[in-house]
């Protein structure tokens, strides 16, 4: 059985940091990627950062290139979402999401099949 657990979320000041984790179970997380979405009240889901498999690609929103850093610790089968330089728009709920059909990262929610429940981040002063 898949499971995605986050944890990691807060309350934070603007211009300070955060870093989720994405614990993985029930697959071999390295071999598939493991994406970052967020939501925020109101509006669509959107891709953050995505890491495919083994030591393949990384991307990033334009929105959080340079501030977040998204790393996987295979052993621990763990994915993080290392988040600096925080914006209060940057306030959202964060789900982690994994794809066991493609090797490839994508921004498209359809693209995930595995879904984490979400860690809430607000950044507000």
């Known amino acids: 059985q898949v499971q995605l657990v986050e944890s990691g979320g807060g309350v934070v000041q603007p211009g300070g940091s955060l870093r989720l984790s994405c614990a993985a179970s029930?697959?071999?997380?390295?071999?598939?990627?493991v994406a970052w979405f967020r939501q925020a009240p109101g509006k669509e889901r959107e891709a953050v950062s995505c890491?495919?498999?083994?030591?393949?690609?990384?991307d990033y929103a334009d929105s959080v290139k340079g501030r977040f850093t998204i790393e996987r610790d295979n052993a621990k089968r763990t994915v993080y979402l290392q988040m600096n330089r925080l914006k209060p728009e940057d306030t959202a709920v964060y789900h982690c999401?994994?794809?066991?059909?493609?090797?490839?990262?994508?921004?498209?929610?359809?693209?995930?099949?595995?879904w984490g429940q979400g860690t809430q981040v607000t950044v507000s002063s």
């Open positions: 029930g697959f071999t997380a390295d071999y598939y990627p």
């Open positions: 999401a994994a794809s066991t059909t493609y090797y490839y990262c994508s921004g498209r929610v359809g693209h995930y099949e595995y």
């Open positions: 890491i495919s498999n083994r030591d393949g690609p990384i």
